[in-house]
């Protein structure tokens, strides 16, 4: 065997022996409340289809008719020939629902954000970027020529420590609306003020906020009051819109200068026009259905009055709902024992989470019935505390 294989067989046993190995569980079902995994149905606790969207009738029912009229595949990046108007229609729609002047889609959340932070992350550029951000902004720093400087979380005390001694004429600030793995919300309207004083750049991604908080559910911005001072807001559709692909809202010059700048954009096939065409019918729904959002929440609210109840209290006020286990180990023991019980909660470890805080990511959608709510989190209380007994 040659070094290199070896190296990824000690590797292997090595996060196994660390409770850190990671495998693919096939769904026998699409994503949904109920799904079934090597035969065994589960209430699904786990998915970021906050509006239960993703396997809904009104979008599978679409599909064939709209595939028949833009075909499946996009066949070559958007700048060469695979550039569709349905392409152009999402981006209208989209700029329209967030209140921008301009749109450019993606193919995916994770692609846009290399291409943000690549794209803006010149020489002479400095990045700030909240700790917690998502690992597709940590990739996109890595892969950007530009200084980074990663702030602690949420802690606009010391963004600004770092903004004051920074001496790059360009600044960019990024950070999760949502963040992906505590459901907490970033600090808008004081970014927004260090923004300006400073005279830096501002981005959010609103991968977990599209469609689940602001009006309508328009996103971070939108629920302070903050649209016209951020600079790119970008989203996923792969979330609460049940699909899948991204966005940048932003103005004309910067769309235009993506278009001629932005590696991921320009070297990437297009978002295949099908997807684009059911995320733009999943766009309309959203927005003829402005109450979804309030909805999700009332969900949520009623997961987290349980635990509280249960001794268990979270203060997260979206559907991201962590709870906190500590070591790998109990981590994957919980999630476990919930399987046997019937819920499907996935664990989460280092290092997508920090040292020490291996938690349950637990995420309510709006399709959850409220028993299932209620018994997911006894359940889960339960667990916990015999867990813990027996640690
Ligand atoms: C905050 C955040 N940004 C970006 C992404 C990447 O989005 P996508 O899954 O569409 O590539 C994710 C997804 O997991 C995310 O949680």
Same mark, same amino acid.
Request: proline share 4%; aromatic share 8%.
């Given at each position: 065997?040659?070094?290199?294989?070896? #190296?990824?067989?000690?590797?292997?046993?090595?996060?196994?022996?660390?409770?850190?190995?990671?495998?693919?569980?096939?769904?026998? /079902? +699409?994503?949904?409340?109920?799904? !079934?995994?090597?035969?065994?149905?589960?209430?699904?606790?786990?998915?970021?289809?906050?509006?239960?969207? #993703?396997? *809904?009738?009104?979008?599978?029912?679409?599909?064939?008719?709209? #595939?028949?009229?833009?075909?499946?595949?996009?066949?070559?990046?958007?700048?060469?020939? @695979?550039?569709?108007?349905?392409?152009?229609?999402?981006?209208?729609?989209?700029?329209?629902?967030?209140?921008?002047?301009?749109?450019?889609?993606?193919?995916?959340?994770?692609?846009?954000?290399?291409?943000?932070?690549?794209?803006?992350?010149? +020489?002479?550029?400095?990045? $700030?970027?909240?700790?917690?951000?998502?690992?597709?902004?940590?990739?996109?720093?890595?892969?950007?020529?530009?200084?980074?400087?990663?702030?602690?979380?949420?802690?606009?005390?010391?963004?600004?420590?770092?903004?004051?001694?920074?001496?790059?004429?360009?600044? !960019?600030?990024?950070?999760?609306?949502?963040?992906?793995?505590?459901?907490?919300?970033? =600090?808008?309207?004081?970014?927004?003020?260090?923004?300006?004083?400073?005279?830096?750049?501002?981005?959010?991604?609103?991968?977990?906020?599209? @469609? !689940?908080?602001?009006?309508?559910?328009?996103?971070?911005?939108?629920?302070?009051?903050? /649209?016209?001072?951020?600079?790119?807001?970008?989203?996923?559709?792969?979330?609460?819109? @049940?699909?899948?692909?991204?966005?940048?809202?932003?103005?004309?010059?910067?769309?235009?200068?993506?278009?001629?700048?932005?590696?991921?954009?320009?070297?990437?096939?297009?978002?295949? +026009?099908?997807? #684009?065409?059911?995320?733009?019918?999943?766009?309309?729904?959203?927005?003829?259905? =402005?109450?979804?959002?309030?909805?999700?929440?009332?969900?949520?609210?009623?997961?987290?009055?349980?635990?509280?109840?249960?001794?268990? =209290?979270?203060? *997260?006020? /979206?559907?991201?709902?962590?709870?906190?286990?500590?070591?790998?180990?109990?981590?994957?023991?919980?999630?476990?024992?919930?399987?046997?019980?019937? $819920?499907?909660?996935?664990?989460?470890?280092?290092?997508? !989470?920090?040292?020490?805080?291996?938690?349950?990511?637990?995420?309510?959608?709006?399709?959850?019935?409220?028993?299932?709510?209620?018994?997911?989190?006894?359940?889960?209380?339960?667990?916990?505390?015999?867990?813990?007994?027996?640690?």
């Amino acid at each position: 065997m040659n070094a290199l294989y070896r #190296a990824m067989e000690e590797e292997l046993a090595l996060l196994r022996e660390k409770g850190r190995y990671r495998f693919l569980r096939d769904l026998e /079902t +699409p994503q949904g409340v109920e799904i !079934v995994v090597d035969g065994k149905r589960y209430l699904n606790f786990s998915s970021n289809d906050y509006l239960g969207l #993703a396997s *809904s009738g009104f979008l599978t029912g679409a599909a064939g008719e709209l #595939a028949k009229r833009w075909g499946v595949g996009a066949g070559a990046s958007r700048l060469i020939c @695979g550039n569709m108007e349905v392409h152009r229609e999402l981006e209208v729609e989209m700029a329209r629902f967030k209140g921008t002047e301009e749109c450019l889609v993606f193919s995916t959340g994770y692609m846009a954000n290399l291409g943000i932070v690549s794209t803006l992350g010149t +020489p002479e550029t400095t990045v $700030f970027s909240d700790e917690l951000n998502h690992a597709s902004i940590i990739d996109g720093c890595r892969m950007s020529r530009a200084k980074v400087l990663v702030y602690r979380h949420r802690d606009v005390d010391h963004l600004e420590d770092l903004l004051k001694k920074d001496e790059n004429p360009r600044k !960019v600030i990024i950070t999760d609306g949502v963040f992906s793995m505590d459901g907490d919300i970033a =600090p808008l309207p004081e970014l927004c003020e260090l923004k300006e004083k400073y005279g830096a750049f501002l981005v959010v991604d609103d991968a977990h906020a599209t @469609g !689940v908080i602001g009006t309508g559910g328009r996103g971070t911005a939108s629920h302070f009051g903050v /649209t016209e001072r951020v600079d790119i807001h970008m989203g996923t559709f792969s979330k609460a819109l @049940g699909t899948c692909g991204a966005y940048i809202c932003t103005s004309r010059l910067v769309r235009d200068y993506f278009v001629n700048r932005c590696r991921p954009f320009i070297f990437n096939t297009g978002l295949p +026009p099908l997807i #684009a065409a059911l995320t733009l019918v999943s766009l309309r729904h959203l927005m003829k259905h =402005p109450d979804l959002p309030s909805r999700l929440r009332e969900k949520v609210h009623l997961f987290s009055s349980v635990m509280g109840e249960e001794g268990y =209290p979270l203060s *997260s006020e /979206t559907p991201i709902l962590p709870v906190i286990v500590g070591g790998d180990r109990e981590t994957v023991a919980v999630s476990r024992r919930l399987m046997e019980e019937g $819920f499907f909660v996935y664990g989460v470890r280092p290092p997508t !989470v920090p040292e020490g805080t291996g938690r349950l990511r637990v995420t309510v959608t709006a399709a959850h019935e409220e028993e299932q709510i209620i018994s997911c989190a006894r359940t889960i209380a339960r667990v916990m505390r015999s867990v813990r007994e027996t640690t």
